[in-house]
């Protein structure tokens, strides 16, 4: 055996021993694909239950969302502060979600749910008038003219007529 055949035999072996830690390397690569996805849904879950819980856990804060949701002008200045805080720290979500979306971190059929609230505020008086007065400015141009398309597109949204109607049980 020559020292040319001798090196010919190693860079066959050398080949062999590379598939398997190519493929390897491809299932790390998967799982940790996977994982990135898993944690941005739940980093959607756990930012969106945060903004939530205030109003869950408060009546008088409740009323403010629900009373801005109907018309901002209908606040009064604190009012005003609260609502246009809660409305914009959901567009923000929404924002940082697009962009998991865009990368490919969430799938559809968790982008779906996403898509449905930002539907659902943008068709609420007071949701548009802190998104045509403030939220534009501040959110990345992609998300608006998404956001703007989707508007366009007519798609509907969740009914926000029950929360409507208990406003007027109420009153």
Request: no cysteine.
């Amino acid at each position: 055996m020559t020292l040319n055949d001798i090196y010919l035999a190693s860079q066959v072996l050398a080949v062999f021993a590379l598939v398997p830690s190519v493929v390897y390397l491809a299932v790390q690569v998967r799982q940790n694909t996977l994982q990135a996805r898993a944690n941005a849904a739940y980093q959607f879950l756990e930012a969106n239950g945060s903004i939530n819980i205030a109003v869950i856990e408060s009546k008088q804060v409740a009323s403010v969302i629900r009373r801005g949701l109907e018309g901002y002008d209908s606040l009064d200045k604190d009012e005003k502060l609260q609502f246009m805080w809660f409305i914009g720290q959901h567009f923000t979500v929404h924002n940082t979600m697009y962009a998991l979306y865009q990368n490919k971190m969430l799938p559809e059929s968790q982008w779906h749910p996403v898509k449905k609230d930002i539907l659902t505020m943008m068709l609420t008086p007071g949701s548009r008038t802190v998104w045509d007065d403030i939220a534009v400015e501040g959110l990345s141009p992609d998300f608006v003219a998404y956001v703007e398309a989707l508007l366009a597109s007519g798609e509907g949204s969740y009914s926000l007529g029950k929360l409507f109607e208990l406003h007027e049980e109420e009153q």
